[in-house]
């Protein structure tokens, strides 16, 4: 409990999973949606239903990117954490063999 109060852990990460999954159902269904509406449309909705087919595929391929870019900010701060206290522990053992 302590590392959250401390933000030493992140919670983040986790709940960018969540968003993930959601940003795809919303694409696929906001692609769904153009093609059907295009389909019904009495004016001939060609366009759209290529439009809702390329939300359809894109929109979850470009989720994912997005999500990646931000689980990578998290990991290199958890790099440089690692490489923190790697430090520290080696200053430590300097100071006592100085």
């Known amino acids: 409990m302590n590392q959250y109060l401390n933000f030493d852990k992140m919670i983040t990460p986790a709940i960018i999973k969540i968003i993930f999954w959601i940003g795809v ?3 696929v269904i906001t ?4 093609i059907i509406s295009g389909a019904a ?35 290199m701060q958890q790099s440089l954490n690692e490489i923190s206290s790697k430090l520290d ?10």
């Open 25 to 27: 159902a919303v694409s």
């Open 31 to 34: 692609g769904l949606i153009m």
């Open 41 to 75: 449309s009495p004016w001939g909705g060609g366009l759209q239903v290529i439009s809702g087919l390329f939300v359809m595929f894109l929109g979850p391929l470009v989720t994912r990117i997005y999500c990646e870019l931000l689980i990578l900010f998290f990991k």
């Open 89 to 98: 522990v080696e200053e430590e053992e300097y100071r006592a063999n100085a």
